[in-house]
């Protein structure tokens, strides 16, 4: 069975930083579309970013332009996520996803995302 993992999250103070990593067992990255998705208490999962299989077009929402960077390196199998300036409304669950369409102008619903990771918990204290 395909497993995802996140790794990273935490608490941090506004402005400061995180990097998110995600890991995918049993399976390559490598030829596939992966991203971003955040979830707030109360909230619909957002997507955040993603990065195309060769990792020339990423994506990022509005509200992470400027601050967020999405990376991948394929033979270690981990997608990165680091995340500067950080604010309280960054404040959720992040959301490894694995497959997914991925253009520059927008990331995939959560539905037709095949594999996910458990989570991790990223708070943002002001």
């Known amino acids: 069975q395909v497993q995802v993992v996140e790794s990273g999250g935490g608490l941090v103070q506004a402005g400061g930083s995180l990097r998110l990593s995600c890991t995918a067992f049993?399976?390559?990255?490598?030829?596939?579309?992966m991203g971003w998705f955040r979830q707030a208490p109360g909230k619909e999962r957002e997507g955040v970013s993603c990065i195309s299989w060769n990792g020339q077009t990423t994506y990022y929402a509005d509200s992470v332009k400027g601050r967020f960077t999405i990376s991948r390196d394929n033979p270690k199998n981990t997608l990165y996520l680091q995340m500067n300036s950080l604010k309280p409304e960054d404040t959720a669950m992040y959301y490894c996803?694995?497959?997914?369409?991925?253009?520059?102008?927008?990331?995939?619903?959560?539905?037709?995302?095949?594999?996910w990771g458990r989570g991790t918990q990223v708070t943002v204290s002001s």
């Open positions: 049993r399976l390559t990255i490598d030829g596939v579309n």
């Open positions: 996803a694995y497959g997914g369409p991925c253009s520059s102008g927008r990331w995939s619903s959560p539905d037709l995302v095949p594999h």
